[in-house]
């Protein structure tokens, strides 16, 4: 996990609930928390990178990668694409030419 994300213990304490009444909620969807905070990086990713207002650099920052060369390679692993392909494809889609929000 990287620096800046809140541990499972802070998450829970945030809630309100234990930590074990977290990993079970958990357990009945499906997910471990380490999965679930990669959805919701993934997510922000995805929503940063078609937006178009950041860069990749700026992106893997504030997703709390070390380096965008570690963001690269955890995005291609969730979306079976670059970050670059993928605002590419994004900017594509919506009609609107690289470098525009």
């Known amino acids: ?47 940063r990178l078609s937006i178009g207002v950041n860069r990749i650099s700026e992106i893997a920052e504030t997703l709390g990668y070390s380096d965008p060369g570690s963001f690269s390679r955890a995005f291609q692993r969730w979306a079976g694409m670059t970050p670059r392909d993928y605002r590419r494809r994004s900017r594509a889609s919506t009609g609107r030419p690289e470098g525009t929000s």
């Open 1 to 47: 996990m990287p620096l800046g994300y809140p541990t499972v213990d802070q998450t829970a304490l945030r809630m309100g609930i234990r930590v074990r009444t977290l990993q079970r909620r958990l357990h009945a969807a499906g997910l471990t928390y380490t999965e679930l905070v990669e959805m919701a990086r993934f997510e922000i990713a995805c929503h």
